[in-house]
DNA sequence: ACCGTGGTTAGCTTTC
DNA sequence: GAAAGCTAACCACGGT
């Protein structure tokens, strides 16, 4: 009992008054509330959780798709990768990385 | 036929050593197109895909969301994320002992 | 067209009667001795690749360890990656690289 | 400098114009160490580091080998390194199923 | 012989 | 500060 995980609701109560943990209408597992409220709630998460990602891939197919498109048209999707990620840069950060990394480079004599 | 997209569309090769002595920065249109329809059609490919991520970003800031309402609840976070996990291999798994089920019967000619 | 994969060498063999040359008794998959001698010839391929690639994965643990230990001396690894990345690029590629990237900013007007 | 990226080790060093392109053996802390014990602490890193991914490629190298050895008999690789990737996820996923019963049995407090 | 595809690896982010 | 998951780049292979 070193580390409380909590894998469910219930748990963090500090009130632990013992008796509320088996209140699911005449359950016949006695006790753990499986299948019970908390068990609905967890799966009706997970469940939006994974709806979620199946969009996010759908949406990440479809980046693929663009690319792909881009390719078709001549481009070089390798060059426009590096576009858009400049573009996401912020120019301070980079430039204070790029003096970092040549001082390291200056470090090791590979100027 | 010689409706070729000229300018970019041919970038994908890297060795072509040449020293491209051309230096684009008089930025003349007299050969690269630059800012012609090709750079429209490259800058129109961008903007779809900075379109699209942006919706991926929203999406995962969404999967957050849920998470911290699920952590909100009681749930623990951890745990949820390892049977969505185990949920996504067990499908993955399923269908690639599929496609091995189908390389097997092709490979005996139960085609 | 094409369809024959060809996933045993020589599939003919009627002689199946179970040579056990096969001791794997927990296998998960056909452990069996289907086919003969390809199936032992099949599983030794098999374990001479995961041999390799066990130790393929301790060497990239060790190469974690050294980057934890450069981390723990102060050193930045985010950079040292950049350099040892640096080191093994050929520079005349990576010049033609920027010259290209610099081509297709100056076509998007990202000058 | 938002962030501090610890550039060296000895970090105490407030004085950063380092302009004084000191190359002298004798370095005395004025300026960066550059060629100096940081310098050559990190460059022994990235040696090691370098040589361990020496090995990694031979290795590489030779899991190739052997895929193409095995072609050479006659099996289909294909259809080896799909089973190989079925025989690693049925590791995995059982480890990850052992780590999520433990998570399961803390959070009952069964520890 | 080239292109497209998929699988692999490394790097980055975020979490604990 | 360490660990893990996620993402993107790389590479090798088979197909056309």
Same mark, same amino acid.
Do not use: C, W
């Given at each position: ?51 979620? @990602?199946? /969009? =996010?891939?759908?949406?990440? *197919?479809?980046?693929? &798709?663009? %690319?792909?498109? !881009?390719? $078709? ?16 840069? @912020?120019? /301070? =950060?980079?430039?204070?990385? *790029?003096?970092?990394? &040549?001082? %390291?480079?200056? !470090?090791? $004599?590979?100027?």
């Amino acid at each position: 009992m070193s580390e409380n995980v909590a894998a469910f609701p219930q748990a963090e109560n500090e009130n632990d008054h013992g008796d509320d943990t088996d209140k699911s209408s005449g359950s016949s597992d006695g006790g753990k509330d499986v299948g019970g409220v908390a068990g609905a709630r967890l799966r009706s998460f997970i469940e939006r959780i994974e709806r979620l @990602e199946e /969009e =996010k891939a759908a949406l990440m *197919e479809d980046i693929k &798709e663009v %690319y792909a498109e !881009a390719k $078709g048209t001549g481009f070089d999707t390798k060059t426009m990768r590096k576009i858009i990620s400049l573009r996401k840069m @912020e120019t /301070e =950060k980079r430039r204070e990385s *790029e003096e970092l990394l &040549e001082l %390291y480079k200056s !470090a090791i $004599g590979m100027v």
